[in-house]
Nanobody, 116 residues
């Protein structure tokens, strides 16, 4: 089992920045990819960005050039630096860890609110 603890959400004005962190514990040897998903009210949960053990990254088109995902394998932590935030980025952000997408673990979520 893998436990994920998120931090760093909050309220920010449009154009501002936030940094999310997610620390993994437990059976971390099972993890190959970590990432972030988000879910706005009334919408499905969508991938924002993820990163493999080897550092290969993947981003949603809507955040390319604004968000940067990084990972510290020694600390079992993944980060999401979010710059130039827009109101449409408002959502609950969930940390995800998975084993080749066959096993998935989720954090409880952290709220990000961007005001106009």
């Amino acid at each position: 089992q893998v436990q994920l603890v998120e931090s760093g959400g909050g309220l920010v004005q449009a154009g501002g920045s936030l940094r999310l962190s997610c620390a993994a514990s437990g059976s971390i040897f099972s993890i190959n990819t970590m990432g972030w998903y988000r879910q706005a009210p009334g919408k499905q949960r969508d991938l924002v960005a993820d990163i493999t053990n080897g550092g290969v990254t993947n981003y949603a088109d809507s955040v390319k050039g604004r968000f940067t995902i990084s990972r510290d394998n020694a600390k079992n932590t993944v980060y999401l630096q979010m710059n130039n935030l827009k109101p449409e980025d408002t959502a609950v952000y969930y940390c995800n860890a998975n084993h080749y997408r066959l096993l998935n673990w989720w954090g409880p979520g952290t709220q990000v609110t961007v005001s106009p």
